[in-house]
């Protein structure tokens, strides 16, 4: 599961490809471990490419969360499409984890 990461002005922004789920999940998680870095204080995952996630893949965003809760990060996810949403509408996680519309809006509020 290749991710593509990035720092903008002490935000990590990390960008999702096609598909999570059990296949890859594991994967995508040692990904996101690797890419954080603990010094990091504001991490947006645009999820623009993203077509599909399972619950593996919600528990991996999940694990993130929480990793970035306990250093103290702020964390916030963009850009998901219609289906996506849904999934993270149903599960209950867009009441858990900050989501936003663009990857602008995103980084304006972990930086802020």
């Known amino acids: 599961m290749p991710i593509e990461s990035r720092r903008d002005n002490g935000t990590l922004i990390i960008q999702t490809e096609e598909r999570v789920d059990s296949a890859n999940a594991q994967a995508f998680y040692q990904e996101l471990d690797s890419a954080i870095e603990s010094e990091d204080r504001a991490v947006?995952?645009?999820?623009?490419?993203?077509?599909?996630?399972?619950?593996a893949?919600?528990?991996?965003?999940?694990?993130?969360?929480?990793?970035?809760?306990?250093q103290n990060?702020?964390?916030?996810?963009?850009?998901?499409?219609?289906?996506?949403?849904?999934?993270?509408?149903?599960?209950?996680?867009?009441?858990?984890?900050?989501?936003h519309s663009s990857q602008a809006d995103a980084i304006a509020a972990v930086s802020g």
């Open 44 to 55: 947006v995952m645009d999820m623009e490419r993203l077509a599909y996630i399972s619950s």
């Open 73 to 99: 990060a702020k964390f916030a996810i963009c850009s998901l499409s219609g289906t996506v949403r849904e999934v993270f509408e149903i599960s209950g996680f867009d009441r858990v984890i900050d989501i």
């Open 57 to 70: 893949g919600l528990r991996v965003i999940l694990q993130t969360a929480r990793k970035l809760q306990q």
